[in-house]
């Protein structure tokens, strides 16, 4: 694939197919070694899971493939600084919580947990460690190079990228405004507005740090065009969404399957961070009145959406869609792979 050999003699897969982690349910050991066994490159998502919970499943990966995979941390965000937003948007959303017969969460600050899974990727000498919501110090980068482990950061800007490359990233994660599920950017809190291939065009043209592309490809003919803007591979999550092996809910397959939503939209309505996702009820109506806090948010609305998504209730939970999720199938992980290699091929 071309990231040849930057450290320790590793290098990616020569297939330019990466799944994307997607935190909270979805990705599971099981496919992240099916996609790894069928060429791809696989990410354990990190995020939301005690470290003992992302020890068991670095093993369960382990043990199902032993080809090389990536671990994906979420940098600590800082703790909100207006704690009356945080109460008037809990006022606003409680009649949703007495619908579904629950209590709202503790609107509470937590580091998910960083410095521990930090160490424990170390440790455990993961080929690649990904970071979102922020950049890791120089001093953690070469806490991972002296492991053996490459870096990548999530940007969303030229300005992010300098700043990773400054910290001494390996590897830069772009995040176009097609991507579902969360944004990545950490210098501002602004929305995120820039297309993939522009965001790649940018980076690319600028730096000399390899870039992988990712939001919204969903075909073989999506990554050919990301690969031919300059990026040496694409991530890709939605589409991996339904495949056999995920943990996706059931509602959640359902919507996206049966397309009860038409179209996506960038909320923070459930986490207090803009995240893509299906425009269903609950980010229509709250979207306006959710401020800036994460994780404080997405402490407050998680009993709401467990709730509701063990009721079968779609109005509510969030269900993180890319741009292209029309398109997504339920199929299993090595036909996803297979298809967009051959579609891949066919484009090239």
Same mark, same amino acid.
């Given at each position: 694939?071309?990231?040849?050999?930057? +450290?320790?003699?590793?290098?990616?897969?020569?297939?330019?197919?990466?799944?994307?982690?997607?935190?909270?349910?979805?990705?599971?050991?099981?496919?992240?070694?099916?996609?790894?066994?069928?060429?791809?490159?696989?990410? %354990?998502?990190?995020?939301?899971?005690?470290?003992?919970?992302?020890?068991?499943?670095?093993?369960?990966?382990?043990?199902?493939?032993?080809?090389?995979?990536?671990?994906?941390?979420?940098?600590?965000? %800082?703790?909100?600084? #207006?704690? $009356?937003? =945080? /109460? +008037?948007?809990?006022?606003?959303?409680?009649?949703?919580?007495?619908?579904?017969?629950?209590?709202? *969460?503790?609107?509470?600050?937590?580091?998910?947990?960083?410095?521990?899974?930090?160490?424990? %990727?170390?440790?455990?000498?993961?080929?690649?460690?990904?970071?979102?919501?922020?950049?890791?110090?120089?001093?953690?980068?070469?806490?991972?190079?002296?492991?053996?482990?490459?870096?990548?950061?999530?940007?969303?800007?030229?300005?992010?990228? #300098?700043?990773?490359?400054?910290?001494?990233?390996? =590897?830069?994660?772009?995040?176009?405004?097609?991507?579902?599920?969360?944004?990545?950017?950490?210098?501002?809190?602004?929305?995120? /507005?820039?297309?993939?291939?522009?965001? &790649?065009?940018?980076?690319?043209?600028?730096?000399?740090?390899?870039?992988?592309?990712?939001? *919204?490809?969903?075909?073989?003919?999506?990554?050919?065009?990301?690969?031919?803007?300059?990026?040496?591979?694409?991530? =890709?999550?939605?589409?991996?969404?339904?495949?056999?092996?995920?943990?996706?809910?059931?509602?959640?397959? $359902?919507?996206?399957?049966?397309?009860?939503?038409?179209?996506?939209?960038?909320?923070?309505?459930?986490?207090?961070?803009?995240?893509?996702?299906?425009?269903? /009820?609950?980010?229509?109506?709250?979207?306006?009145?959710?401020?800036?806090?994460?994780?404080?948010?997405?402490?407050?609305? +998680?009993?709401?959406?467990?709730?509701?998504?063990?009721?079968?209730?779609?109005?509510?939970?969030?269900?993180?869609?890319?741009?292209?999720?029309?398109? %997504? +199938?339920?199929?299993?992980?090595?036909?996803? &792979?297979?298809?967009?290699?051959? /579609?891949?091929?066919?484009?090239?």
């Amino acid at each position: 694939m071309g990231v040849a050999a930057m +450290r320790g003699g590793w290098s990616l897969s020569d297939q330019p197919l990466i799944q994307a982690p997607m935190a909270g349910g979805p990705s599971t050991p099981a496919l992240t070694a099916a996609v790894a066994r069928a060429g791809g490159f696989g990410f %354990v998502a990190g995020g939301y899971l005690s470290t003992r919970q992302l020890d068991e499943q670095i093993a369960a990966t382990s043990a199902l493939s032993d080809v090389p995979f990536g671990v994906n941390l979420f940098c600590p965000s %800082v703790p909100a600084e #207006r704690p $009356e937003l =945080l /109460e +008037r948007y809990a006022r606003a959303i409680q009649p949703e919580a007495e619908r579904l017969g629950v209590s709202l *969460g503790e609107p509470l600050w937590d580091g998910d947990s960083f410095g521990e899974k930090l160490g424990l %990727v170390a440790d455990r000498g993961i080929a690649l460690v990904s970071f979102t919501f922020g950049c890791p110090r120089a001093a953690e980068t070469d806490e991972l190079h002296r492991a053996g482990c490459l870096v990548a950061v999530t940007v969303t800007s030229l300005a992010e990228a #300098r700043f990773a490359e400054e910290r001494g990233a390996d =590897l830069l994660l772009a995040q176009g405004t097609e991507a579902g599920g969360h944004q990545g950017g950490f210098l501002e809190l602004a929305a995120n /507005e820039t297309a993939l291939l522009d965001l &790649v065009d940018e980076l690319t043209g600028s730096l000399s740090l390899p870039v992988v592309g990712s939001g *919204g490809v969903m075909t073989g003919t999506d990554v050919a065009r990301v690969l031919d803007h300059g990026a040496i591979a694409v991530a =890709l999550g939605t589409a991996f969404l339904c495949a056999h092996e995920a943990g996706t809910s059931t509602i959640y397959r $359902e919507v996206l399957l049966e397309q009860t939503y038409e179209t996506t939209m960038l909320t923070r309505a459930f986490s207090g961070r803009f995240a893509r996702g299906l425009a269903n /009820e609950f980010a229509r109506r709250y979207s306006e009145a959710a401020p800036a806090a994460y994780p404080e948010i997405h402490h407050l609305t +998680r009993p709401l959406r467990t709730a509701a998504t063990s009721q079968q209730d779609p109005t509510t939970p969030n269900f993180w869609a890319g741009q292209g999720w029309k398109r %997504v +199938r339920a199929e299993p992980a090595a036909v996803i &792979v297979a298809r967009l290699v051959e /579609e891949l091929h066919a484009a090239r």
